[in-house]
């Protein structure tokens, strides 16, 4: 039986780390660390691949089917269409509002530009046609008091703060990337 020193280095046949030769156990023809010791040793038993398919598909595997998969289509977030005087309502039931001017580009004149929320109330709006444009101050604090001219494919989002009465902008993004007004 060959002689093991306590203190003799040796490289783990698998991850190539130096080790202390004493904690090198076999495994097969390899010298590896515990750690790396195959308990139990690896399944020759397919574990699927391309085209190995097993079992029955479930039950709710048919998108075809209403009710069977709870993905939420685009087309069940309405579009809210706006007029300058009557402002926007959020809807708060769906992550984020798709929103256009009323059959023209809009410039919101209703105070609030966006009616009362709740705090912490958190609101996106999505721009899908006609412009709408948003103004600093009544109801609203826009970044850098800036003016937000909301066209299609743009975003706002936004957090309703009770203490100011106000709709925060928390984020802007325009088509293109250019986030000004």
Known sequence: MPHISWFKLRNDDRTGYKKREIELVKDGPYKVAQDQYDVPPPSRKSLGGEGDIS?????N??????GTANLLAVNQI???YITAGGGITP???HAWMYVTGSGADVDLTADPQIARGAEGDVLTLVGVGYSITLDNGTGLNLMGSAQFVMGSGDV????????N???SETFRTKVGGWAGG
Do not use: H, V
Request: glycine share 10%; charged share 20%.
């Open 55 to 59: 079992g029955e598909p479930r039950d």
């Open 61 to 66: 595997s048919r998108f075809d089917l209403a």
């Open 78 to 80: 309405p579009t809210s």
């Open 91 to 93: 809807n708060l039931n």
């Open 156 to 163: 706002i989002g936004l957090i309703y703060n009770s203490g």
């Open 165 to 167: 009465t106000a709709w």
